[in-house]
């Protein structure tokens, strides 16, 4: 076999040397490269983890929403309503009576109010000169003899009293002759301070003895 020289086997050294780096550093980028490179599998399993973990965040929040929500709906305090007093009326118990009878509560009637005949003041203008027959045209006892005493206060001249030919007159009637006519109006107004006189004056014949007739009503 033939010798190598010195210098040629450092040269073969060195050769050998820089082949066994090279080669170690191939491999050592083929692994970077499988690293960082991951696979198609590798990204969808981390994007579905990212997605659970997106939507457990969502379910979490609307949980604790709905918990808040419904505890101040708790929280609030609803107005107790004011109870309204009933009033309890006490009905009256009949007392009975030692035999067993109940004693009868008694009526009392009420009176009906009499009629209060104002005082008239005497007229000047027919003193004397107007004499008047009263006669009851209502029915009721003594109401000619009331009026009389009116218009007799009134100043005046009462003839004569009497009933008329039927009670059925409702308002008072005034029958005055035509020479006289001109009394009617403060006669009516006399008379109408207590009784309901009827607006139309009957002419009354010039033939009767009393300047007027007065026929008392009901009213």
């Known amino acids: 076999m033939l010798s190598l020289s010195p210098l040629l086997l450092a040269k073969r050294r060195k050769y050998a040397t820089l082949r066994g780096l ?7 980028f083929s692994n970077f ?3 960082t490179k ?3 599998s590798a ?3 981390a994007f579905i ?22 505890k101040k709906a708790k929280s609030k305090v ?16 009949p007392t009975a009576s030692p035999s067993g009878k109940s004693t009868p509560t008694p009526t009392v009637k009420v009176s009906p109010t009499a009629k209060v005949s104002p005082t008239v003041s005497p007229t000047t203008a027919v003193s004397k000169t ?3 027959q009263v006669l009851n045209g209502s029915g009721t006892k003594g109401e000619a003899g009331k009026v009389a005493s009116l218009l007799k206060a009134a100043g005046y001249s009462i003839s004569s009293t009497g009933n008329a030919d039927t009670f059925d007159y409702q308002k008072t009637v005034i029958q005055i002759k035509k020479s006289k006519l001109s009394y009617a109006t403060q006669l009516k107004k006399d008379l109408s301070a207590s009784y309901t006189v009827d607006p139309t004056v ?14 008392v009503g009901a009213e």
């Open 22 to 28: 090279l080669a170690y550093m191939d491999k050592q």
């Open 33 to 35: 490269s499988s690293y």
């Open 38 to 40: 991951p696979p198609a």
């Open 43 to 45: 990204k969808k399993r």
């Open 49 to 70: 983890y990212v997605l659970l973990f997106v939507v457990l965040i969502g379910l979490a929040i609307v949980a604790g929403n709905y918990f808040l929500s419904s």
């Open 78 to 93: 609803e107005p107790t309503p004011t109870p309204t007093p009933t009033i309890v009326i006490p009905t009256a118990t």
């Open 130 to 132: 107007l004499t008047i």
């Open 202 to 215: 009957q002419t009354l014949a010039e033939s009767s003895e009393a300047d007027a007739i007065v026929i």
